[in-house]
């Protein structure tokens, strides 16, 4: 079992930054491929990027690459997301997941263990 504990939402202007941040803890936790999602009110849980147990290897939804940024502590267990240049479009409660096999996935399926979510609010 691997618990996720998200936190660093907010509000925060078009054009600003937030930084994502999520503890992962229990067995497997420090050998998970992870990733984050987003869900928007009325839409779909979508994908938002993903990283390697290693932290190596890094992937990004086109929507977000050149200005997002996934990566890892593999000693303190912490996935962070990175986000600049925040647009509007971006608002979405934003989810950390973590898988307990090998291999970096795009798919929600396949993802076994999530956190709760932080609210991410980009307005003027």
């Known amino acids: 079992q691997v618990e996720l504990v998200e936190s660093g939402g907010g509000l925060v202007q078009p054009g600003g930054s937030l930084r994502l941040s999520c503890v992962a803890s229990g067995r497997t936790a420090d050998t998970a491929p992870m990733a984050w999602f987003r869900q928007a009110p009325g839409r779909e849980r979508e994908y938002v990027a993903a990283?390697?147990?290693?932290?190596?290897?890094?992937y990004y939804a086109d929507s977000v690459k050149g200005r997002f940024t996934i990566s890892r502590d593999t000693v303190q267990n912490t996935v962070f997301l990175q986000m600049n240049s925040l647009k509007p479009e971006d608002t979405a409660v934003y989810y950390c997941a973590a898988r307990s096999k090998r291999g970096v996935t795009m798919t929600a399926d396949t993802y076994d263990y999530w956190g709760q979510g932080t609210q991410v609010t980009v307005s003027s």
């Open positions: 990283i390697n147990w290693v932290g190596s290897n890094q």
